[in-house]
């Protein structure tokens, strides 16, 4: 969908990996915002804090703002990070001046914690 809504609106943007988060700050807003009878920031700040197992378009796993971030292997990121909502990182490695994704490709994201 990134991909398709760049090109549609101008293909010579670059889609780099801040593109594709502004982008995705965008729908996740547009989604958001549409199911609400006011668009306030108050109401949009509630909505937000109440998102469970919402689809990122397949550039994150799903996001879910209803519970605290919660490390089991280490308690003290708890503290330090309060309101990490996606705790996955995608490992990749530069061969050649290519970056090439490490693991599995139908499911990149790991939590390293």
Do not use: C, H
């Amino acid at each position: 969908m990134f991909t398709k809504d760049m090109n549609a609106f101008d293909k010579s943007l670059p889609q780099t990996d801040l593109a594709a988060q502004n982008w995705l700050g965008t729908w996740l807003f547009q989604r958001v915002a549409q199911t609400l009878p006011d668009i306030t920031a108050a109401s949009v700040l509630d909505a937000m804090g109440k998102i469970s197992n919402m689809d990122m378009g397949g550039l994150t796993p799903p996001l879910t703002t209803t519970a605290p971030f919660n490390s089991q292997k280490n308690p003290s990121f708890n503290a330090l990070l309060p309101r990490m909502y996606n705790p996955t990182v995608v490992y990749e490695k530069v061969k050649n001046g290519k970056v090439y994704l490490v693991g599995s490709k139908k499911n990149p994201f790991v939590n390293p914690f």
